[in-house]
Each structure stands twice: as C-alpha cells, then as structure tokens.
T-cell receptor, first 115, second 114 residues
Framework: AQKVTQAQTEISVVEKEDVTLDCVYETRDTTYYLFWYKQPPSGELVFLIRRNSFDEQNEISGRYSWNFQKSTSSFNFTITASQVVDSAVYFCALSEAKSGNQFYFGTGTSLTVIP | DAGVTQSPTHLIKTRGQHVTLRCSPISGHKSVSWYQQVLGQGPQFIFQYYEKEERGRGNFPDRFSARQFPNYSSELNVNALLLGDSALYLC?????????????FGPGTRLTVT
C-alpha cells in the first residue's frame, strides 16, 4: 500500500496565481514526520519543510505555507503568488519512528508556472 | 559548506555489468542513505548506513549492496545490471539515522543500462 499519495500528477498555473499541492499519508505509527521536497530540472532534491506528528500548527514562510491536518491525514503545501522559478516537481515524504530515517516518498506533483 | 556530492554524474553500462556509485555526505553528517528514482516516480529507499553499519534496507534484490567508510562516505554497488536498473540514484545524508532528521540529497548519478 502506498504510504504517501499525491493525487495531482501535473499542475499548470499562470504566474502570480496561488497553487496548493495535496499530500495524503498513511501510517499506524503515532510518532512520524512529514516533509516536502522540491526537485528542479537539475535533479537535486531540495528540503523545504519538516513537521512532526505532534505539531499541527500550520506555518507560513514567505510565499510558502503548509496545512497539516491529522484528522484527514493530509499535509498540503501552498505557494502564494507563484513565480516561474517555482516550476519543479514537488515531493511529499513520510518517515516513521519505527522505521528509522527511511523516507517514503509520494509520486510527486509536477508544477509548471506559466509566465 | 559543501553539500552532498556524488560521482559519477552520468554512467552508461551494459546488461550484466557491475557498477559502483560513490557519495560523500555533508561534513558532520554520519548517516548516509541511498534511493533509486525511476523516471516519473518518487525516490525509493534502498539502504541506510550509520557508523559503517547497515541500519535499514528497502525491497531491493541482493544484487544491490553498499558500504560506508570510516570517513562516512559510501559506495553503492549493483551487480548483474538489468535494463530496469536504469534510474537516477540519489544519496542523502543526515546527522543521525532518526526519523526526525531531514535528509539532504546530492545531485544524483544517472545510470543508463543498455
């Protein structure tokens, strides 16, 4: 069973629009961590944010914001006023306390921002 | 500070051959993990090493092996290459092999098996 599901395969938005990337996870562990990574065309995964299962406080960092809801097992990521440089593949990942540092990645959402 | 480095950048091999990929973690990071990313998919966990010991292994055949050296660098070896082994191989490092630590990824090695 897929532990992390990113239902949106591809999204295209016009520059300056807001866009939300969805992530749904599945785990039986009570202690776990959620991450978002960005993968630009160069291929290197860039760490964006980490959230632990005990901290449902949502966060805003510049144009980025995250919405973590345990009740729906979702960890969504929003980019406000999108820019062309935001074009990349975005991955949601889960790590469980019982599994050490092993990450389970979703299949990614390819975001294209059109100028 | 230097990030995670990997070599080579690209590699072309023939079916049945052997390949060795190399990774140097961020200075101070003691844990190294390897992931395979097939085109259009998310990275899949292969191995994790910490203090030269294997701490985790994903669902990959025994043709895949790895090791970590005293300086915390690591090698991933793949024997008897198959066409399906063609992928981007990512190395990630973290300070400690705990689920709470984010992993920092290298640029990857693009392996093509013909």
């Amino acid at each position: 069973a897929q532990k992390v599901t990113q239902a949106q395969t591809e999204i295209s938005v016009v520059e300056k629009e807001d866009v939300t990337l969805d992530c749904v996870y599945e785990t039986r562990d009570t202690t776990y961590y959620l991450f978002w990574y960005k993968q630009p065309p160069s291929g290197e995964l860039v760490f964006l944010i980490r959230r632990n299962s005990f901290d449902e406080q949502n966060e805003i960092s510049g144009r980025y914001s995250w919405n973590f809801q345990k009740s729906t097992s979702s960890f969504n990521f929003t980019i406000t006023a999108s820019q062309v440089v935001d074009s990349a593949v975005y991955f949601c990942a889960l790590s469980e306390a019982k599994s050490g540092n092993q990450f389970y990645f979703g299949t990614g959402t390819s975001l294209t921002v059109i100028p | 500070d230097a990030g995670v480095t990997q070599s080579p950048t690209h590699l072309i091999k023939t079916r049945g051959q052997h390949v060795t990929l190399r990774c140097s973690p961020i200075s101070g990071h003691k844990s190294v993990s390897w992931y395979q990313q097939v085109l259009g998919q998310g990275p899949q966990f292969i191995f994790q090493y910490y203090e030269k010991e294997e701490r985790g292994r994903g669902n990959f055949p025994d043709r895949f092996s790895a090791r970590q050296f005293p300086n915390y660098s690591s090698e991933l070896n793949v024997n008897a290459l198959l066409l399906g082994d063609s992928a981007l191989y990512l190395c990630a490092s973290s300070f400690y092999p705990d689920s709470s630590y984010e992993q920092y990824f290298g640029p990857g090695t693009r392996l093509t098996v013909t």
